[in-house]
């Protein structure tokens, strides 16, 4: 009896595990699913998804999954069920409908290291709020008036302190700076007059921000939550005594508009949502800049042509101003700098620092004879756009001529290094302005060689696993005979 009733037990577990498995590889749909595989129970496809690859590349999970389903396919990631589109009119189509038929929507694991109310993942009047906040310290205004003299200062002064050395990490340089320059701005913090480190808080919460979003001992993304956790403290510290010891500032930063904002009444601007604003303009203030700076010292010292090109623009520039007492780059020479910026579109458009781009779907959506249930999230794949050889000539080639003739500064159905519709990065033209400033001073004072490094992995996110160490040297310090870039 007890064998019978084991056996029977046995089955019905076994039944239930099945139809488990088949609720999780079929969902439930009023219509044609896009076709795809839903991958392990719980899992899904994520580590496929997370695996790393080489750059300038998409990826190889990716691409299978375009080769065996077509441009638009349904996987799981991190618990979600997504469809992926790697096709620009689809995407266009989603980023056109924001709001209507979709609305941003990242993974809860992204929320849980971003914070509940970060900029990226605001909705409707609430996103809108904070755009316009953080577009009083990086508008066109601000930045012609008050932060091009500050950039210009803060990268002369680092290029100088580099120059001669034998070696330096360029990914790690740029990033110490570009953090030290939007530390200042917005909480003027200043790391070497602070106890507490909170560029190493950040360190910890970028090494496990791609990552599998197992909250274990040991774990990366269990590093990165601890480094947030820190890099919070360290920030609603630096609120709290700023709103306890309220002074007339000579030099207003980012911290004052948000204190001014939480005084008014019925502000939307509550504690929380300012130390996590704070937290994700502190991390956006360096990583994704000192990211795509480096592959653009990268690539344009690859191709000899583009940096002939280059210093022939800013040079140009040099010899055209009439004030021969001008120390600065004014705003109408930095709006004039085309090859430059066709350079920096080329360099985000092959970085693909932006791996994908969330929405969820408010409704039951038709496309090319599937439906996507509502609830369900779409993931937009920038990089197979930007790597399609339909909408790019040799795709995979660094050529900043291609941008002739065509828009610098705006996302298009067929860009999205900066995101998309709606939704463009808010600090896109600000990291532009920084990158420009750096190329000019760069090519017009200095020269650079590659000591080692440079090799590009992606995890999905662009890392250099051997640094990218190159030496700086005035231009007229180095021979002509010299194996320099």
């Known amino acids: 009896m007890m064998l019978v009733l084991m056996s029977v037990a046995v089955s019905l577990v076994s039944c239930i595990i099945t139809h488990w498995i088949y609720k999780w590889r079929n969902p439930k749909c009023n219509g044609n699913l896009p076709p795809g595989s839903m991958g392990f129970p719980l899992l899904g496809e994520t580590i496929q998804f997370f695996a790393p690859y080489r750059a300038n590349n998409i990826s190889p999970f ?19 069920s997504l469809i992926i589109s790697t096709e620009a009119e689809f995407n266009h189509f989603i980023f056109q409908n924001e709001g209507k038929l ?6 809860k694991s992204f929320n849980e290291i971003a914070g509940r109310d970060n900029l990226v993942s605001a909705e409707g009047f609430m996103h809108k709020y904070l755009r316009n906040l953080v577009m009083n310290l990086v508008g066109n205004e601000t930045m012609r008036t008050k932060l091009i003299p500050k950039v210009e200062k803060t990268i002369c002064k680092n290029l100088q302190r580099w120059c001669g050395q034998a070696s330096i990490e360029l990914k790690e340089a740029v990033a110490k700076m570009e953090f030290g320059f939007g530390a200042k701005i917005l909480l003027s913090y ?11 808080a950040y360190a910890d919460f970028q090494h496990g921000l791609i990552s599998f979003p197992l909250n274990l001992p040991g774990t990366a993304y269990r590093k990165c939550l601890q480094g947030r956790k820190k890099a919070v403290g360290i920030i609603k510290s630096i609120l709290e005594e700023r709103r306890a010891t309220p002074e007339t500032r000579k030099e207003r930063d980012f911290l004052d508009l948000v204190i001014e904002e939480m005084k008014k ?9 300012a130390v996590d604003l704070l937290f994700i303009l502190v991390f956006a203030a360096f990583e994704t800049t000192s990211t795509a700076l480096t592959l653009a010292v990268k690539n344009v010292g690859e191709h000899p042509k583009v940096l002939e090109e280059l210093a022939k623009e800013h040079e140009a520039i040099l010899r055209n101003r009439k004030n021969t007492d001008q120390s600065g780059i004014t705003w109408q020479e930095y709006k004039s700098m085309t090859f430059t910026h066709m350079v920096i579109n080329e360099t985000v458009r092959l970085a693909n620092i932006v791996p994908g781009i969330f929405r969820k779907v408010l409704k039951d959506v038709e496309i090319k004879g599937y439906t996507i249930p509502a609830g369900w999230i779409v993931m937009v794949c920038p990089p197979a756009v930007h790597m399609d050889p339909k909408q790019y000539d040799d795709p995979f080639v660094f050529n900043p001529w291609r941008w002739q003739g065509q828009e610098l500064n705006s996302g298009s159905q067929t860009f999205m290094g900066f995101g998309g519709g709606a939704r463009l990065c808010a600090g896109a033209e600000f990291s532009k302005l920084q990158m420009t400033v750096f190329l000019h001073y760069l090519v017009t004072k200095y020269r650079w060689r590659v000591i080692k490094g440079g090799d590009i992995t992606r995890i999905p996110a662009v890392v250099f696993p051997n640094g990218f160490h190159i030496q700086i040297l005035e231009k007229n310090t180095i021979p002509e005979d010299a194996a320099a870039t």
């Open 102 to 107: 979709f609305q941003c929507c990242y993974p």
């Open 265 to 273: 009444k019925g502000s939307l601007m509550t504690e929380e949502t």
């Open 190 to 200: 200043s790391e070497s007059k602070s106890s507490k480190s909170l560029r190493q």
């Open 62 to 80: 990716i691409t299978k999954k375009m080769e065996r389903y077509g441009s638009i396919f349904k996987t799981n990631l991190v618990g979600h």
